[in-house]
């Protein structure tokens, strides 16, 4: 038995790196010469599982708004947070924390969701204000302070009824804040749309009357 396993492992002192080597140089070269045409089909589920990022990808909608929202949050944890240690006045405070939305809006908000889109315009539909011209500065400021303005109102709003129904008032925190604030500004940008719709439809009727 000793001699046949001697005898079965003689060969392979034989061999050396190079004959390892040639072993492989179909394997390596089918690997360097492979694309689309001559490669199997694969699954999109296969490809999946070696995929870097989320497992839980986000639908097409759900990027801009959580954008919006991560925005929104941001400026109310470092403006808000940070100045209310040392501004005491409310309404001192909010025309900052409101200029401030306006700002980031305007250069940070909008720009991302442009450059998500990947075109200039790909997602006008999320702004309020989707040209980029000097004026709009200023109007996604004055938007901004309307938006705080009925962020503000809602929240006292449920604080009032929390206290009512002897429960504990809400405090203004980045996260709850974004979604109220990206809540409103959806609301009114869909009005918007809504608005520009029918007064299109109208138009197109009344020259399809010939007026």
Known sequence: MASKKHRRAAPKEHLTA???YKLHTDAVRD????????????SEAELRKYRSGSKL?????????????????SVC??????LAAHVT??????????VGLGIVTDLL???ALRGLAGTEHG????????QKRYATFFLNIVYAMFLLLCVDMLYNLLNL????LGGAALGVEPVLFGVFYTGFDLLFIGMKRLLARILSDANAGLRGKGL
């Open 18 to 20: 190079t004959d390892y």
């Open 161 to 164: 009824l929390l206290l009512s």
């Open 57 to 73: 990808p986000l639908p097409d909608w759900g990027k801009p708004i959580l954008i919006k929202m991560w925005f929104a949050g």
């Open 31 to 42: 690997l360097i010469s492979a694309d689309e045409s001559n490669s199997p089909p694969v």
């Open 123 to 130: 997602n006008d539909r999320w702004m309020m204000f989707p």
């Open 109 to 111: 908000t909008n720009n």
């Open 89 to 98: 006045a409310r309404l001192d405070l909010l025309a900052a924390f409101g």
């Open 77 to 82: 944890f470092f403006l808000f947070w940070g």
